[in-house]
């Protein structure tokens, strides 16, 4: 199987990497537009900022390339926020695959630390790549920036208010949370998205 991760100025890459390879399959990490193009499967993955993410993007014309997949394709933390229409981290404008704004999350009790970093729930799963045996299970999340919930949720987090854990749109699948470092039920969500 050939498997892509979308190589740009986006952090994390290579825990991708090595949690692939913990699954048996040796990803190619490039930028290159036909490598991505002719893969079986693209993760768009990363942790940054997302102007200057974007930028990279649409510098390199890869924003083209990720809009316009027909395979499967899987964007991991800052991917999935890149892959919703607007972001208000510096107000930068995204990709338009999912029709959302990413927000800033906005404390409301004293204990609200953000980042929202550490182990939370999957709630309210449906589909393919969060399947309904991974409902109530722990994955790791890391962001200061969230998804409300839309019509394109498959899976509800719960952190100063319910967000966005998933997200999926035709071919376009996406986590807010960290598979790579999920231990086994980030396992079973990658082996999921490698079957699809």
Same mark, same amino acid.
């Given at each position: 199987?050939?498997?892509?991760?979308?190589?740009?100025?986006?952090?994390?890459?290579?825990?991708v990497d090595y949690g692939l390879k913990r699954l048996g399959i040796t990803p190619v990490i490039?930028?290159?537009?036909?490598?991505?193009?002719?893969?079986?499967?693209?993760?768009?993955?990363?942790?940054? !900022?997302?102007?200057?993410?974007?930028?990279?993007?649409?510098?390199?014309? %890869?924003?083209? @390339?990720?809009? #316009? $997949?027909?395979?499967p394709v899987l964007g991991i933390c800052i991917g999935m926020q890149l892959m919703c229409t607007?972001?208000?981290?510096?107000?930068?404008?995204?990709?338009?695959?999912?029709?959302?704004?990413?927000?800033?999350?906005?404390?409301? !009790?004293?204990?609200?630390?953000?980042?929202?970093?550490?182990?939370?729930? %999957?709630?309210? @799963?449906?589909? #393919? $790549?969060?399947?309904?045996?991974?409902?109530?299970?722990?994955?790791?999340?890391?962001?200061?920036?969230?998804?409300?919930?839309?019509?394109?949720?498959?899976?509800?987090?719960?952190?100063?208010?319910?967000?966005?854990?998933?997200?999926?749109?035709?071919?376009?699948?996406?986590?807010?949370?960290?598979?790579?470092?999920?231990?086994?039920?980030?396992?079973?969500?990658?082996?999921?998205?490698?079957?699809?």
């Open positions: 199987m050939n498997i892509v991760i979308v190589k740009y100025n986006a952090g994390n890459i290579y825990s490039t930028d290159d537009k036909e490598k991505i193009q002719a893969a079986d499967k693209v993760i768009f993955p990363g942790q940054g !900022e997302a102007n200057s993410t974007m930028n990279y993007l649409k510098k390199h014309r %890869l924003d083209e @390339v990720i809009c #316009n $997949l027909k395979q607007h972001s208000e981290e510096n107000n930068t404008p995204c990709l338009g695959i999912f029709d959302s704004t990413v927000k800033k999350f906005i404390a409301k !009790e004293r204990e609200d630390k953000i980042p929202h970093m550490g182990w939370n729930t %999957l709630e309210n @799963v449906k589909g #393919n $790549l969060i399947t309904s045996d991974l409902a109530n299970e722990f994955v790791y999340f890391v962001h200061s920036y969230y998804v409300p919930l839309s019509d394109h949720t498959v899976a509800v987090t719960n952190y100063i208010q319910p967000f966005s854990s998933a997200l999926n749109k035709d071919n376009f699948y996406a986590t807010q949370f960290h598979p790579e470092k999920s231990g086994k039920i980030g396992e079973k969500i990658l082996n999921n998205f490698l079957t699809l």
